[in-house]
């Protein structure tokens, strides 16, 4: 297997591009065509040295990638489009890093991109008779995992909500994300917002939002500059087993859930443990989710996230600093572009770019990608 480097990244703002209430409206495929102009831009590379393109969507339609490429222009070139729910670019991603680990291309483009319906998102995979009980809302789901998780750990609701601020203030450093420069909520305010599913409120979910990310993945020879090479040291998928047919919805089982082995693989392909982690960045849609994710990633012992939270130990100049961009609390999560955007988070903080928000002496990070089926993609990068 070569070695495979990231040469660039590009992201657009995550908003709403609706054309309602003075904000712009912008199709998807002008959103692809805004990241992937941005990180071609970012590489130093042409349109033309893209050797094949993998494209991830989940709402936008058969060949939604090919719309995006005909703004730039079609040059015969593979192009295939990944739909694997919440996880679908970084599953791309993970494609294109294989295909050029194993020889088959020198460099390849991965682009996800997607505009959001509005309202609760629902889970199509549940089987009928939780549909018939409204689970297969996916927020009606987790409100059942976190009075669980309450019941379990002594945790309370101002713990979810410490959640939800600290992606907020780490949101409000990043020019991409969906709440940059809108403020730091208290604990209160969180707790006060409207309820979904108590005790969820609306401040305790991720923002519907639009956007596109975009990364270039290649050979090392074929980077413009070596001076702080970014390499893939893992990117690893796990898939369900029998017998945890809930195990996305953050519901514990005697088996280790999706989220446990994925992360368990990606430390043993890249040769590390959680303790060699400096930023990492998880997929929480709800805040009960991010101490699963930190959890079930050996971050810390179960349970114990609440605490650490109040702590400070998952703060950007914390101990393991956890959703530095804001994560999908507080960048948003426009679907199909989500996982590359955790990516970009991290090539941007191993090259020490990220001002503000920038992590101290940034040498290893962990992206953790989540969607229903389940399935769960971990991605590892390296300076």
């Known amino acids: 297997m070569r070695e495979v480097a990231v040469a660039g990244v590009g992201l657009t703002k995550f908003d709403r591009y609706d054309g309602r209430k003075g904000r712009p409206f912008k199709n998807f495929d002008e959103l692809g065509e805004e990241a992937i102009l941005a990180a071609l ?3 130093g590379f042409e349109w033309r040295d893209i050797e094949a393109v993998f494209g991830a969507h989940a709402f936008q339609g058969a060949s939604a990638t090919n719309h995006c490429l005909n703004r730039i222009g079609l040059t015969g070139i593979p192009v295939v489009n990944v739909e694997n729910g919440c996880a679908s670019s970084q599953s791309a991603f993970r494609l294109a890093y294989q295909q050029v680990a194993c ?3 020198d460099v390849i483009l991965v682009v996800g991109f997607e505009k959001v319906p509005t309202g609760l998102i629902d889970n199509p995979t549940v089987p009928k008779w939780q549909r018939e009980m409204g689970l297969d809302v996916m927020a009606a789901l987790s409100g059942c995992s976190v009075q669980k998780y309450m019941e379990d750990y002594d945790a309370v609701p101002e713990d979810f909500a410490r959640v939800a601020v600290m992606e907020r203030r780490n949101a409000n450093k990043n020019p991409k994300a969906f709440f940059y420069q809108k403020g730091e909520p208290t604990v209160e305010e969180i707790l006060a917002s409207p309820t979904i599913t108590s005790p969820l409120t609306t401040l305790m979910m991720c923002p519907n939002g639009d956007g596109a990310s975009a990364a270039i ?5 074929k980077l413009k500059s070596r ?3 970014v390499t893939v040291a893992a990117s690893v998928q796990s898939s369900g087993l029998y017998g945890n047919p809930q195990e996305l919805q953050y ?6 859930s999706v989220f446990e082995r994925g992360g368990q693989m990606a430390y043993e392909a890249a040769g590390i443990g959680p303790e060699d982690l400096s930023v990492v960045q998880v997929h929480d849609p709800y805040t009960p989710v991010f101490f699963n994710c930190v959890e079930d990633l050996k971050l810390c012992e179960r349970g114990e996230g609440p605490a650490l939270m109040r702590e400070g130990y998952f703060d950007i100049n914390g101990t393991t600093p956890v959703g530095t961009d804001g994560g999908t609390l507080g960048r948003s999560h426009p679907v199909g572009a989500t996982g590359i ?3 970009a988070e991290l090539f941007y903080q191993l090259r020490g770019e990220c001002g503000p928000r920038q992590v101290a002496n940034a040498k290893v990070g962990l992206a953790h990608n989540a969607g229903p089926g389940p399935t769960c993609i971990v991605t590892v990068l390296k300076k």
């Open 41 to 43: 831009d970012y590489a």
């Open 103 to 105: 020889g088959l291309y």
């Open 217 to 221: 993945v290649c050979t090392p020879e």
């Open 227 to 229: 001076k702080n090479m």
């Open 251 to 256: 519901l514990r089982h005697k088996n280790p």
């Open 341 to 343: 955007a955790e990516i």
